[in-house]
C-alpha cells in the first residue's frame, strides 16, 4: 500500500468508478493506485477527460461518478475549459492533478524548479469550490470534505494537486473512522414564503412555471402528473430541457435569447412567473432584461442568494431554497383555478400559431434543412436514448430550438461557456454513464474539429455514437456575424477565408468509424437508417448550406456610441404579420423594438 491507494480507495467510497484521464508522469502512482480500482478510459486529450466526467456524472441515473485524472503543468492547463465550463454551469466535477514533488515546488520564488511545473491551485482557484494541494499525505477527512465541497449547494469543480513524493509516502494509519460532516441538506423554502407563493398562483390569471436545471431530472419526472392536473404551463431552461416530454399536455417551449417563438411570446405576456431553479442568467432572459416578464410578477427560487440578488431581472419575490422541495409543495398544495382555462386556451393557439420552422428559413437545393431533420432527431431515437447537442454555432441552436424530447430521453450542453468542441467530449462521457442506449451527438463541423481526437477514444471503446456533422464550410455563426455587423467582410469563417477543415470521410475512415453522407431526399432512411441500427459509432456528414438563415432570433443594433442593443424576447426577428401578431400579443401591445 502507499498513499495514492489510500487516496483512490476513498474516492471508491465516495462514489467514483470511472478515471478518465490522459497518463504522465507527474501522475504515474496515481494512475498506477487507480488502474485496478476503477474503470479507466484514456482520452487523448485532458480537456476531453474532463468534459466527459462533467457529463458521465450529470446524467448517471446510478450516482456513478467519474472524475478526471491529469498530469501537471500542461495536463491542468488542458484541462481548464473543462473545469470552467461545470464552473459556469455548476455541476460536480472532481479533477485530480499531479505535481512535482515537494522540494521542486518554485512556491513564487522562480518561476519554474520542477520539470512541468506550475501552481495549479492558483490557476484553479477562481474557477472551483475547493482546491487543495497536497504536499504531505492528508488524513481522509481532508481529502473527502473537499470532494464533498463540489456536491454542496450550489455545485461545482474541485481541483485536487498531489505532489508526486505524497502520492509515493506510506498510507496514513487509523483512517477508517476519520470523516468530515455529512453533507447537509439544502434549506427550504420558509413556510411563510411558501404560502406567498401559492396566494400568489391562486390569484393569478396567467401563471407559468419556468424550469431550469436546479429541478432535478428525476422530481420532474416523477411530479408530471401532479403538473397535469394542476394545469399551469410549464416552460423549461436549455439546461433543463428534458425535465418534461414536448407532449407531455401542459408542456409550452423553451424560452431563450435564441428560443422557441411561441415560448417567449407566451412567457412575456404571463401575470405571474415561478421560476424554479434558474438563475435567470442573460441568455435566458434576453440583454435587454428590464422588458423580462414585463407584465408578470416574478418569483424566483434558488439556492445561491447572489442569484437572487444580482439586479437582473427585476424578481419580485426571491426566495432562497430548495428547488425540487418547493415545486413539491406547490404542486401538492395548489388547486386548478377556473380563471386560468382561457389562458391555456391562449397559450395552445400561439404554440399552434407559431410553427418551429419558420417559413423565412431558406435552403438551397441539395442541403438538408436543418430544423426539418432536427426535428425527427428524438423521433428516430429510442425512447431512453441520449441526445448531446454541441454547446455554440448554429448547430447547437437550431438544436435546442427544434429537438422535441419524447419518453424518457436525456439531453445535455454546456451552454454558458459556449466553448465549440464540447460536444464530442461531452458525448463520450454521456454515452458511457447510460451503458445500453445509444447517444446522438449534433456538432458542427467547425467545433468538432476543435476536438476531434477524441474519435480515438470512439473507436476504441466502440461507443454507440451516432455522430451528426451539421458540415458547411466552417463557423456559421461567425460567418452571420460578420455578414450582418461588418457588411459581409469575412476573416477566418470558412475555407475561402483560411479556416482548414478535413474530408470527414477520410477521417472517419483513418479511425475506423462507419460513415455516411446524407442524401437531403432520403433523410433518415436507407443506408443512414442502417447506420443508426448497428451496435458500433457512426459519422454522418449533414450537408448544410454555408447561407443557411436561422429565424428566429432576438436582433442586436449597434448605437452610434458602439454599444448595443437588443429586442427584448417577444420581439424576434422576422417580425410577424399584422394578423398574427393579433393573435399572439393578446396581452401585451406589440411595441417597436
Known amino acids: 500500500m502507499k498513499y495514492s491507494d489510500q487516496f483512490v480507495d476513498w474516492l471508491a467510497e465516495e462514489g467514483y468508478t470511472h478515471c478518465f484521464f490522459v497518463a504522465g508522469g507527474n501522475i504515474m502512482h496515481l494512475l498506477d493506485s487507480v488502474r485496478t480500482r476503477m474503470t479507466c478510459v484514456p482520452f487523448v486529450h485532458e480537456v476531453g477527460a474532463a468534459i466527459a466526467a462533467e457529463y458521465f456524472t450529470e ?22 475549459t473543462g473545469i470552467a465550463g461545470a464552473w459556469l454551469e455548476s455541476r ?21 524548479r520542477g520539470i512541468q511545473e506550475i501552481d495549479g491551485i492558483t490557476m484553479a482557484e477562481s474557477v472551483c469550490k475547493r482546491i487543495l494541494r497536497v504536499e504531505r499525505p492528508e488524513p481522509r477527512a481532508t481529502i473527502v470534505d473537499a470532494i464533498r465541497e463540489g456536491t454542496r449547494p450550489r455545485k461545482g469543480p474541485v481541483f485536487i494537486e498531489m505532489c508526486l513524493d505524497a502520492q509515493a509516502a506510506a498510507p496514513l494509519p487509523n483512517q477508517e473512522g476519520a470523516m468530515p460532516p455529512e453533507v447537509a441538506a439544502v434549506e427550504k423554502v420558509s413556510p411563510e414564503n411558501l404560502d406567498r407563493a401559492l396566494s400568489l398562483l391562486a390569484a393569478s390569471t396567467r401563471p407559468v412555471f419556468l424550469l431550469g436545471a436546479g429541478t432535478s431530472r428525476a422530481a420532474a419526472r416523477a411530479m408530471e402528473a401532479k403538473f397535469t392536473s394542476l394545469g399551469v404551463p410549464v416552460m423549461l431552461t436549455w439546461n433543463a430541457a428534458d425535465r418534461l416530454p414536448f407532449d407531455h399536455p401542459v408542456y409550452a417551449g423553451r424560452p431563450n435569447t435564441w428560443g422557441q417563438r411561441h415560448a417567449n411570446i407566451v412567457l412575456q405576456q404571463a401575470d405571474l412567473v415561478l421560476a424554479v431553479g434558474t438563475r435567470l442568467g442573460l441568455q435566458q432572459t434576453g440583454f435587454a432584461w428590464e422588458g423580462f416578464a414585463p ?21 419580485d419575490v426571491p426566495l432562497c431554497g430548495d428547488a425540487d422541495a418547493f415545486l413539491s409543495e406547490v404542486l401538492s398544495r395548489a388547486r386548478r383555478q377556473e380563471s386560468w382555462a382561457e389562458w391555456l386556451s391562449f397559450v395552445e393557439a400561439v404554440r399552434s400559431a407559431l410553427p418551429l420552422n419558420e417559413s423565412e428559413n431558406l435552403t438551397a437545393d441539395g442541403y438538408i434543412k436543418p430544423y426539418e431533420l432536427l426535428f425527427e432527431v428524438a423521433r428516430v431515437a429510442g425512447k431512453d436514448d441520449v ?12 438544436a435546442m430550438q427544434s429537438i422535441q424530447l419524447r419518453g424518457n430521453q436525456k439531453m445535455l450542453t454546456n451552454k454558458a461557456l459556449a466553448a465549440m468542441g464540447y460536444g464530442l467530449s461531452g458525448a463520450i462521457g454521456a454515452s458511457l454513464a447510460n451503458p445500453g442506449r445509444r447517444t446522438f451527438l449534433i456538432e458542427g463541423d467547425g467545433g468538432f ?12 471503446n466502440k461507443i ?33 477565408t483560411g479556416l482548414g477543415l478535413p474530408d470527414w470521410r477520410l477521417l472517419a475512415a483513418a479511425y475506423g468509424i462507419a460513415f455516411a453522407r446524407m442524401d437531403p431526399d432520403v433523410g433518415f432512411g436507407g443506408e443512414i437508417g442502417e447506420l443508426l441500427a448497428t451496435d458500433g459509432p457512426a459519422l454522418i456528414e449533414v450537408p448544410i448550406d454555408p447561407e443557411q438563415t436561422y429565424f428566429p432570433k432576438i436582433t442586436s443594433t449597434v448605437q452610434a456610441d458602439g454599444s448595443m442593443k437588443s429586442n427584448p424576447l417577444h420581439l424576434m426577428h422576422p417580425e410577424l404579420d399584422e394578423n398574427t401578431s393579433a393573435t399572439v400579443f393578446k396581452y401585451l401591445a406589440k411595441k417597436e423594438g
Open 449 to 460: 474539429a476543435q476536438n476531434l481526437q477524441e474519435l480515438g477514444t470512439v473507436a476504441v
Open 92 to 112: 460536480e466535477l472532481l479533477v485530480v492533478g499531479g505535481q512535482v514533488k515537494r522540494s521542486d515546488l518554485a512556491r513564487g520564488e522562480i518561476r519554474q
Open 295 to 315: 407584465t408578470a410578477t416574478v418569483i424566483q427560487v434558488d439556492i445561491d442568494p447572489s442569484e437572487l440578488n444580482k439586479g437582473h431581472p427585476h424578481i
Open 464 to 496: 454507440p455514437l451516432k455522430i451528426l456533422l451539421f458540415s458547411n464550410d466552417g463557423y456559421a455563426s461567425i460567418r452571420m456575424t460578420q455578414r450582418n455587423y461588418f457588411n459581409g467582410s469575412w476573416i477566418g469563417c470558412d475555407s475561402s
Open 59 to 80: 446524467l448517471n441515473d446510478e450516482r456513478k461518478k467519474a472524475f478526471a485524472l491529469v498530469t501537471a503543468g500542461p495536463g491542468l492547463t488542458n484541462a481548464m
Open 387 to 398: 441526445i448531446i447537442p454541441c454547446s455554440s454555432g448554429g448547430a447547437f441552436t437550431v
